[in-house]
């Protein structure tokens, strides 16, 4: 039977523990669990049909949740994370060897920029930055040792796109894999597993759980790639979630694509009520006709999120503003929760910090999308004429 989006959300990967026929999942807080006397103690001998063995290694609670979203996303199966970064650094050490080279798009979530100008490339690792929306410049990236090209759709925190089978055609040529971080489409807009990617990430922390109460992170993809995953790195570096992260992820989880439209419809609204507005420069979301890719916008996302990002005069100034008269929308990092928030980031600071271009195209391409600054808007599920007239009192 092939069910419907909201029904998966709520059912899917679910199971009522047997004994006590409880319709909600346990929280299985256990560590370890009563086993059979022949049970192999190294993971590298690791039976799958044995049964829960240590959480570290696979926990019901946890296994729940990688079976909802690999529902969602349409993936194979899953392994779940304590938080985003550390779903991202274990498939980073997973694929990657010295000697290899990696293509990562020049603008990408902070922590994964910063690990992969520094942190990657001290292993031996060749890492190129590039700007993964120009599929020419992807091409011309490659080489005869790329392993892994990592993307970012739509990307933190410029919301530019990336053409995901395109990408994924260019990375196959070479015998590379494609990694997809899917963290602002969620599967109610992208399922980058059906456009050709090998592996879906999501930080758990931001649409997912959908409440700013939990960090988590996770992989998708195929059962080969991600029992070789949770074998020969996810349990060795041990970034294990929660099971009570988990319980609060699955359960937020279930009203996803519910949310998923609410976040879309305020975000329309906020979008056009912001580019009309006297104060703003300029206004990008992906739901709008001014998106330099509403084309591929319309294509690739069954849903536009709820994330835009608008330029000001002066917007240091504009921040200190906004961070004192808003009284509702939160002047706080991380977005995708019930809350609105919203964050300044300074163009110029991040240049310093965290996003190195070696070509001018890529540095205009920024400019196009961010200028000196932009406000980060993660638009919530309160009323949306609450929000607008709170964002008309500040600005
Ligand atoms: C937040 C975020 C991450 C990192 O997730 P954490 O749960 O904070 O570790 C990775 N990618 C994107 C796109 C994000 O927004």
């Given amino acids: 039977m092939s069910l419907g989006e909201q029904t998966k959300a709520i059912h899917a990967g679910e199971f009522p523990n047997p004994a006590t026929g409880a319709s909600a999942p346990d929280i299985v807080m256990s560590t370890t669990f009563i086993t059979r006397a022949n049970t192999a103690f190294s993971v590298e001998n690791m039976d799958e049909g044995a049964g829960w063995i240590y959480t570290r290694w696979g926990n019901p609670t946890i296994r729940q949740l990688e079976e909802k979203l690999a529902a969602l996303e349409e993936a194979e199966t899953a392994v779940a994370f304590s938080s985003g970064m550390g779903a991202i650094s274990a498939l980073l050490f997973h694929l990657l060897r010295a000697g290899d080279h990696a293509i990562v798009s020049d603008v990408a979530y902070a922590a ?232 300044y980031l300074n163009s110029k600071e991040l240049f310093e910090t965290t996003f190195k271009f070696s070509t001018q195209k890529q540095l205009d391409s920024w400019n196009t999308f961010a200028g000196e600054g932009i406000f980060r808007l993660s638009v919530g599920l309160e009323n949306v004429e609450d929000l607008i007239a709170d964002l008309e009192q500040a600005l």
Wanted: hydrophobic residues 45%; contains cysteine.
């Fill in 112 to 343: 994964l920029s910063e690990l992969t100008n520094e942190l990657i490339p001290a292993l031996n690792i060749e890492i190129t930055k590039v700007d993964t929306s120009d599929t020419e410049a992807v091409q011309a990236a490659l080489q005869a040792n790329t392993r892994l090209v990592y993307i970012e759709t739509p990307c933190n925190p410029l919301l530019r796109l990336t053409d995901i089978a395109a990408v994924a055609e260019i990375a196959h040529s070479v015998g590379a894999r494609l990694a997809v971080d899917s963290t602002f489409a969620t599967p109610v807009a992208t399922k980058p597993l059906l456009l050709g990617a090998d592996f879906v990430i999501h930080s758990l922390t931001k649409y997912a759980g959908g409440h700013g109460d939990a960090l988590g992170g996770i992989v998708l993809g195929s059962k080969a790639n991600l029992a070789s995953l949770r074998k020969k790195t996810a349990i060795r570096l041990g970034g294990t979630l929660s099971p009570f992260n988990a319980w609060l992820i699955l359960r937020g989880l279930a009203t996803l694509p519910l949310r998923m439209r609410v976040h879309q419809d305020n975000a329309l609204k906020i979008a056009a009520f912001l580019e009309q507005h006297p104060q703003v420069k300029k206004v990008i979301y992906p739901g709008l006709p001014s998106h330099p890719q509403y084309d591929l916008a319309r294509r690739q996302m069954k849903n536009f999120s709820g994330i835009i990002s608008f330029q000001v005069e002066n917007g240091k100034e504009a921040a200190q503003r906004l961070a004192e008269k808003l009284k509702i929308i939160h002047y706080a990092v991380s977005l995708g929760h019930h809350r609105s928030l919203i964050f």
